[in-house]
């Protein structure tokens, strides 16, 4: 089956420019989790959907990031005025419930030049 | 607060195990264990939950001690695609928080 598909996988941007990432989860999961992974570091929490609720978002670095998941499907990350800092992969990754002890499983990421 | 995993780089040729260690300052519900290739998503190995059950796809082992707050992955008779970037997750033991703290990773490269 599908598993987590993220867009676009590379993006440059501008400092100052606004920029938003997309996740696509695997079909029916209702968790969805945001990391963000520096080059040589393991990946870092940013914010948690259960459906469309986002339930911690205590990861985020700033106020210039914020996270949507209207319908409880696709979500969208969206940095507002891109610093050089904000360069990274960011990853996204869905498990099947709102549980403890589930699996997550990661898409491959977008990865965020900004210049 | 990060887990610590050691070793940070392990040189292995095929056929040789290795060990990977991962320990936590606090409680656990569970230690996750995922492989990552250089620009690739990080991929699912293992699972060890709080109360011994372990949840794998593939023919490598771990383990948990709960009491230290310890997880080692244990490789056996390595192959070539056992190299990358491995990272455990830990998922904490208390409130109502889902997501994984991951630590620093331990490259593993296997040699012919």
């Known amino acids: 089956g599908a598993g987590v598909s993220q867009s676009p996988r590379y993006k440059v941007a501008k400092r100052g420019q606004d920029v938003a990432l997309r996740c696509d989860p695997i079909?029916?999961?209702?968790?969805l989790f945001w990391y963000q992974q520096a080059l040589g570091q393991g990946p870092e929490f940013l914010t948690y959907f259960q459906n469309e609720a986002q339930l911690d978002k205590s990861g985020l670095p700033s106020d210039r990031f914020f996270a949507e998941r209207p319908e409880g499907s696709v979500s969208t990350l969206k940095i507002q005025r891109t610093q050089q800092e904000d360069s990274a992969v960011y990853l996204c990754a869905s498990s099947p419930w709102g549980g403890h002890q589930e699996t997550q499983y990661f898409g491959p990421g977008t990865r965020l030049l900004v210049l | 607060q990060q887990p610590v995993q050691s070793p940070q780089a392990v040189i292995l040729r095929e056929g040789e195990d290795a060990v990977i260690n991962c320990s936590s300052s606090?409680?656990?519900?569970?230690v996750h264990w995922y492989r990552q290739k250089h620009g690739e998503a990080p991929v699912f190995l293992m699972i060890?939950?709080?109360?011994?059950e372990q949840k794998g796809h593939e023919k490598i082992s771990a383990s948990f001690n709960e009491k230290k707050q310890q997880s080692s992955l244990y490789l056996t008779a390595s192959q070539l695609s056992y190299s990358g970037t491995y990272f455990c997750?830990?998922?904490?033991?208390?409130?109502?928080?889902?997501?994984?703290?991951f630590g620093s990773g331990t490259q593993l490269t296997v040699l012919p």
């Open positions: 997750g830990t998922e904490g033991g208390s409130g109502s928080a889902r997501q994984l703290t």
């Open positions: 079909s029916g999961h209702v968790s």
């Open positions: 060890l939950l709080k109360g011994g």
């Open positions: 606090k409680a656990l519900y569970s």
